[in-house]
């Protein structure tokens, strides 16, 4: 796609500012790792797991490699694994599926709200079969799932429940953390979420403390101590110096937060009026906007328009899980996604980032108000 070079570049996420604002701090804890050389599971890690857990509202945080591995080890901790069955959303990124498939379980795919893009809690109890243990709502986007509905139902039917808040650091329903509805919370630090480390990183969280436990062991080799290897382990341990840069981000993170938010707010207020369809907010959520995303018949060219521009925009995601090749098993039940297939053709994220402006914002809007008018303006010629 060619970008005009004579507008400033307005990207779909900004990571350098927040580099900026934080790199003093950063280098500095980094210093004090270098000078004692105690790169593993450093007690940054351990004071970042303290500060996580209490920002989340749960008793205990384990530092992970990553978000992917974070799921992976939840579905390992509940002893979750071949023969089983997961279900969760079918428009999530392909993480989420390839920890179920890394457990040695079977990932079933149930479709989504068409207005808060997360799994449809009407129809989980058609996707439960006596395979299945588990349910991992997403909270896409950085909007709450439905956790009250989706509780109630692992309840009724004896399932555990791991949520994938890998989109959804600080996002609240009824005032509670997404990360402690269920028995275990799965976090991603990938540079470019709403909290992110300068390369891959990721926790669990849970008011277990024998499931903590048995997470802790779990990333590291299944060590209580030293050589003693109790059980299958695997090496996912959170790096002590992606902590360091995790730690300075948690000073900023409820700014950042209601940054983002108020960027959305002004979206809402340029784009309002316009045949776009914007994401819904719950009244009850807190709605964390890690990504912004609409909906619109005409993406292809709003796409091309906006990169004419030179605004950069997304596609989360363009396919829905159950048609990635990997997961082409046939499930007890047969699997329909049709509001998946169909918004997978139509959504688009718009550039989103608690740095930008509202002059930013502005011109975005402006550029999307083009593409929509003219929209309008052919529909009405015909
Ligand atoms: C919804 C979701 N789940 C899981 C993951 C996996 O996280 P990671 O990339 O840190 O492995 C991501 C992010 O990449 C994600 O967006």
Not at 197 to 223: H, I, S
Not at 234 to 241: E, G, I, K
Not at 314 to 332: C, D, E, Q, R
Not at 352 to 380: F, W
Request: net charge negative.
């Amino acid at each position: 796609m060619a970008f005009s070079t004579n507008q400033d570049l307005i990207p779909l996420v900004d990571l350098k500012s927040q580099s900026r604002a934080i790199k003093e701090d950063v280098l500095r804890r980094m210093g004090e790792v270098m000078d004692d050389a105690r790169y593993i599971l450093g007690k940054e890690v351990t004071e970042f797991e303290q500060q996580f857990a209490e920002y989340c509202g749960t008793g205990h945080c384990v530092g992970m490699a990553n978000g992917t591995e974070a799921i992976h080890m939840a579905l390992r901790a509940l002893e979750i694994g071949d023969g089983d069955e997961v279900i969760t959303a079918g428009n999530s990124f392909a993480a989420t599926a390839f920890a179920i498939a890394y457990s040695g379980a079977d990932a079933v795919f149930v479709d989504i709200d068409p207005d808060d893009f997360n799994i449809d809690t009407s129809i989980i109890e058609s996707a439960i079969t006596e395979k299945t243990k588990a349910i991992i709502p997403v909270h896409l986007f950085g909007q709450p799932a439905r956790m009250k509905e989706i509780l109630d139902i692992a309840r009724r039917h004896g399932l555990k429940v791991i949520e994938d808040a890998a989109q959804a650091h600080g996002a609240e329903l009824d005032g509670q953390r997404c990360g402690s509805f269920g028995d275990i919370g799965c976090f991603s630090f990938y540079p470019g979420k709403n909290l992110g480390a300068f390369g891959d990183g990721g926790a669990v969280v849970t008011n277990d403390p024998a499931l903590a436990e048995r997470m802790r062991l779990l990333r590291n080799y299944g060590q209580k101590q030293k050589n003693q290897h109790d059980m299958l382990g695997f090496n996912c341990r959170l790096d002590t110096l992606q902590a360091c840069v995790l730690l300075s981000k948690m000073q900023h993170i409820e700014k950042w937060t209601e940054q983002r938010r108020q960027v959305a707010q002004w979206y809402r207020e340029e784009l309002d009026g316009t045949d776009l369809l914007l994401p819904h907010a719950h009244d009850d959520s807190r709605h964390v906007y890690h990504l912004f995303v609409v909906r619109t018949s005409q993406r292809e060219q709003l796409m091309s328009s906006l990169a004419e521009q030179n605004i950069h925009t997304g596609i989360h995601y363009p396919n829905p899980l159950s048609k990635a090749a990997s997961f082409k098993k046939s499930p007890t039940i047969p699997i329909s996604l049709p509001v998946c297939s169909e918004l997978a053709n139509e959504i688009l994220s718009l550039p989103m980032y608690p740095e930008m402006t509202k002059q930013q914002v502005q011109r975005v809007s402006h550029a999307v108000c083009q593409v929509v008018r003219k929209q309008e303006l052919a529909n009405e010629i015909v």
